[in-house]
Antibody
């Protein structure tokens, strides 16, 4: 069974970078697509971006200048980096497997809550 | 960007009651996907490509719609169905989510 687990710091200072890891078991990240989604306080959800089986990426234009998604295939992990964070980046961050055919997310991690505060 | 508007925002249903949740898109989309999120848990794919039930989803659930109007229906509400349901479109970049409908047990 596909399982995903996010990890990373729960507290980040404003203007710093947020870095999260998604560890995948039960499936190779060199197959399929893998994405990041966040859920803000108040329930709004935002698709952030994805990385493909080949390493190509696509990002939400609202984040394009600040976001980077990379991977380590030897560890079957992919990563999120979000630069120059503000308090508005406070959210629960999820990684998920992304089905490219009709664009939905079929397996999700448990999520990690990240607070941006000084 | 396509905006998805879900209604109602919150509702309560009694066991056995039929429930319909609606998702309206600001422009036409080809498919709608739905996720269930129970309190304290991560979202789960519930319905994909408008009407296909994800693995393990009870058949009292159904999905329908086209163009700008989609719905998720529960034929007979059960206790375990209390959750927040989100719609999501993948027809137009960037993919977007609705604001969710919180379904409570009456």
């Amino acid at each position: 069974e596909v399982q995903l687990q996010e990890s990373g710091p729960g507290l980040v200072k404003p203007s710093q970078s947020l870095s999260l890891t998604c560890s995948v078991t039960g499936y190779s990240i060199t197959s399929n697509y893998w994405g990041w989604i966040r859920k803000f306080p108040g329930n709004k959800m935002e698709w952030m971006g994805y990385i493909s089986y080949s390493g190509s990426t696509s990002y939400n234009p609202s984040l394009k200048s600040r976001i980077s998604i990379t991977r380590d295939t030897s560890k079957n992990q992919f990563f999120l980096q979000l630069n120059s964070v503000t308090t508005e980046d406070t959210a629960t961050y999820y990684c998920a497997r992304y089905m490219y055919t009709t664009d939905y997310f079929d397996y999700w991690g448990q999520g990690v809550m990240v607070t941006v505060s000084s | 960007e396509i905006v998805l508007t879900q209604s109602p925002t919150t509702m309560a249903a009694s066991p056995g009651e039929k429930v319909t949740l609606t998702c309206r898109a600001s422009s036409s989309v080809s498919y709608m996907h739905w996720y269930q999120q129970r309190s304290g848990a991560s979202p789960k794919l519930w319905i994909y490509e408008t009407s296909k039930l994800a693995s393990g989803v009870p058949n009292r659930f159904s999905g329908s719609g086209s163009g700008t109007s989609y719905s998720l229906t529960i034929n007979s509400m059960e206790t375990e169905d209390a959750a927040t349901y989100y719609c999501q479109q993948g027809s137009s970049y960037p993919w977007t989510f609705g604001g969710g409908t919180k379904l409570e047990l009456k």
